[in-house]
Each structure stands twice: as C-alpha cells, then as structure tokens.
C-alpha cells in the first residue's frame, strides 16, 4: 500500500525521478561514507523509532494486534540500539 496524496509528516517521500535537495555541509563530497541527501545511522534509527510509533499507535487504534505487537518490537528494537549507541558515545 502506497501514501501517495496523504500527508504523512515524513517529509521523506519524493515522486519517481525528483531529487531531494540537500542542505550544503560544509564537507567535500568525496569524503561523505554516505548516500547524498542521507544521514547517518543514528539518524535512520530515530527516524524508524519516531515513525514506528506512530504506526503502532494506528494499528491498535484499528485492533491490528499482530501489526501492533510487531510494530512495538520493532520501537523497542530501535530504542534500544539508541541507548546503546549513546551510552557508547558517553565513555
């Protein structure tokens, strides 16, 4: 199933062969490990953590309890490489 026309607040979603434009960085484009345009994994991590809440919040709200379990697992999963991530930058 596809959003298309929905106003999801992703804001990540572009058409079929329409470029997003990036912010300029200040970094050269030979030294990014990156896609243009991406971030990093912390980033994509927070992004799915984010996004599976909300997911999850729609499937109970719909009694969609195998999309609702999974989707919590899903949060919990990603939450948890966050935590981590952060307690390793902390030491």
Do not use: C, N
């Not at 999801?8 to 470029?19: A, D, E, F, I, R």
């Not at 243009?36 to 709200?61: C, M, N, S």
């Amino acid at each position: 199933m596809f959003l298309r026309g929905m106003d999801s607040g992703w804001g990540l979603v572009t058409k079929p062969g329409k470029k997003r434009a990036r912010a300029a960085s200040g970094v050269p484009e030979g030294s990014r490990h990156e896609e243009p345009g991406e971030g990093g994994a912390d980033e994509a991590v927070a992004f799915i953590a984010e996004q599976t809440a909300a997911l999850r919040k729609l499937a109970e709200r719909h009694k969609l309890h195998v999309l609702h379990y999974l989707l919590g697992m899903t949060q919990l999963e990603a939450d948890e490489h966050l935590r981590l991530r952060s307690r390793r930058k902390l030491s």
